[in-house]
Structure formats: structure tokens, C-alpha cells
């Protein structure tokens, strides 16, 4: 495999920069996510919202834009009343409004602001089999498919992605270790000149949710080069410093966390319960640097204020 774009970036920056949630900042312009599609649902209704989310991040130092395709697959489309086609335009225009995005902001930047800066990427967000349930089971991990079954799931959703000019996936809040081993084959098999970041989602420190260790999880992916990084997300952000140093002890690929604010969610009444004692980023991921993360951003329930903290101290 050729080196590509996330590869090259992690040569010349240290840490680099993620953005933040998608959600909560869609949720401020007055939109409700009460559906099954939750964020998905506003591509086809909102997308000047979706490509503002993004271009917000992007102002705030953000050097990879994710699309908002976590919860947006064929099947959740379908299911919805939309079309095969219809579903298949929505996923593909998500990458397009990254794009625009991207676009605008770096035609702002002064020639000396371009070169003080990497020209942002776009990760295709691919989420879990439990985000499209929509039962909470991408918190547990409780949910069973052999490999082909997975594989039928995810590949649709991954080849309108690439086709649409995604820079790379990002395998994101995974609990299940069978599904991030199954997606991590059909990166081998179906898309060999392609990268992604794997991160997983835990129910502690040092276990995913389906009861895997951590170290286990991360080691079994030290030899596969197009894994670009490993890491965590949607983890507290009080205790994502413990569970650095146990992917470290695992693996010497670069470490990726984006947790959340430390609030925590209740899947079935959707909604989330505020924390008291909240740590500012700027301190927090000055922290998880030290400790060993390479890519930083947020998760749900972040913001770009809180990726601009990232950006002070680290450009």
C-alpha cells in the first residue's frame, strides 16, 4: 500500500486535530434529532446546517472534518421511506458538504495562514451495526453478526463514501471486537489503497463494551498498515487518560481519542445527563498528548470552543 494522506500527516504534525460533535452543534440551530436517522436525518432536510457544523470546526483548527454518516446507512434510509437511490444520494452528498466546507474555509486563509497549516482532511464516519438498531447497543456491544453479515452491512455505506472523495474512514465507537475485525478485512479486501482510524467504545478503562480487552483489541491490529491509528471515542473524558497508556502498552500505531464531554447518556430516553465537574480541553488533552495520543478531538456533547482549546496550545 502507497502511503496516503493521513499517513503523510502524521509525519509533519503532532498532535493533529480532530473536530467535535456533529449533534450538539445541529441541535443549536433549533433542529430536533427525535428520529431513528438522529443527525442523519438533517442531510436531506438541513444540509446548510450540516456543511456550517462543519465549517465551524474548521475555523476552531480542526484538520480532519468527519462526515455525519455515523448513523447513516442504505438500510436506516430505507427503513425511513427513502429510496435506495435516495439513500444512496444523501450518504454520498454528506461528503460533498464536507468538501464545501473545506473549500470556503481555505479560500479565507491568508497564503501564510495555508502554510502555517495542513489542508484539512475528510474521514468518512462509519459507524457501528448498534447505530443503526438504534436500541442503545452500540453502548454494549450486544449484538451478533458472522462476517459476511457485517460486511453486507458496512461495504454499501463504505464504497458511496470513497466514490463521493472521502481522504479515509473512520471506524468509529466501535463496542464489538468481532465487527472491528470484520471491517478491518474488508478494508484489506475491498479498498487496498485506503486508510482508517479504529476506534473503539469502552465500558471502562480497559475493556470495550463487549467485554474485550482493550490491549487485546489493540494489539490484533498492530500489522495491519492500513489501520492508520487506534484509539478511543465517545469514552468520558475523565477517564480517557487511563485508557491511553493500556493501547500503548498494545500497539505502536499512533494513538486517536475524540471522547465525550463526560456527560452520560441514556439510550432509551435520549437524552444526556449533564456532569458536574467537567475539565476544560485546553488541560485534558495537553494531558492525553503526554500521555501518548496523536490525533485529539471531541466527541458528543463538544463543541468547536472546545476543539479551538486543543488549537491554542497545540499550533
Not at 434510509?77 to 473549500?103: C, H, N, P
Not at 483489541?217 to 468520558?236: L, P, R
Not at 464531554?261 to 432509551?268: A, D
Request: proline share 5%; charged share 20%; aromatic share 10%.
Amino acid at each position: 500500500m502507497t502511503q496516503t494522506k493521513l499517513s503523510k500527516l502524521l509525519k509533519h504534525y503532532n498532535p493533529i486535530i480532530l473536530d467535535g460533535a456533529m449533534a450538539t452543534e445541529i441541535e443549536k440551530h433549533g433542529i430536533a434529532l427525535d428520529s431513528e436517522l438522529w443527525s442523519a436525518a438533517v442531510i436531506q432536510e438541513h444540509p446548510e446546517v450540516v456543511k456550517q457544523v462543519h465549517l465551524d470546526y474548521f475555523k476552531s483548527g480542526a484538520d480532519i472534518a468527519t462526515t455525519n454518516t455515523y448513523q447513516a446507512t442504505l438500510l436506516g434510509f430505507q427503513q425511513s421511506g427513502y429510496s435506495e437511490q435516495e439513500a444512496e444520494r444523501i450518504i454520498s452528498k454528506t461528503v460533498q458538504l464536507a468538501a464545501d466546507a473545506r473549500a470556503e474555509f481555505w479560500a479565507s486563509l491568508s497564503p501564510q495562514q495555508q502554510a502555517s497549516r495542513p489542508y484539512p482532511l475528510i474521514a468518512g464516519s462509519v459507524g457501528p451495526y448498534g447505530a443503526y438498531l438504534a436500541d442503545g447497543s452500540e453502548y454494549s456491544g450486544d449484538y451478533t453478526l458472522n462476517e459476511g453479515g457485517y460486511r453486507m452491512f458496512h461495504q454499501s455505506r463504505m464504497q458511496l463514501l470513497k466514490k463521493a472523495g472521502i481522504d479515509l474512514f473512520a471506524f468509529e465507537t466501535m463496542p464489538n471486537f468481532a465487527e472491528a475485525q470484520a471491517l478491518a478485512k474488508l478494508l484489506n479486501d475491498a479498498f487496498p489503497e485506503d486508510e482508517a482510524w479504529l476506534s473503539f467504545s469502552l465500558k471502562d478503562p480497559e475493556h470495550l463494551c463487549d467485554g474485550t480487552p482493550l490491549a487485546e483489541a489493540a494489539a490484533f491490529f498492530n500489522d495491519n498498515d492500513q489501520i492508520a491509528a487506534i484509539g478511543v471515542n465517545c469514552f468520558s473524558m475523565m477517564k480517557i487518560d487511563q485508557a491511553i497508556p493500556v493501547i500503548r502498552s498494545a500497539t505502536r500505531k499512533p494513538i486517536v481519542v475524540y471522547p465525550n464531554s463526560g456527560e452520560k447518556y441514556h439510550p432509551i430516553k435520549k437524552i444526556w445527563i449533564s456532569s458536574k465537574h467537567r475539565p476544560s480541553f485546553f488541560d485534558a488533552s495537553k494531558t492525553w498528548a503526554k500521555a501518548g495520543a496523536t490525533l485529539i478531538g471531541g466527541c458528543c456533547r463538544t463543541s468547536p470552543d472546545d476543539i479551538r482549546e486543543i488549537t491554542e496550545w497545540a499550533r
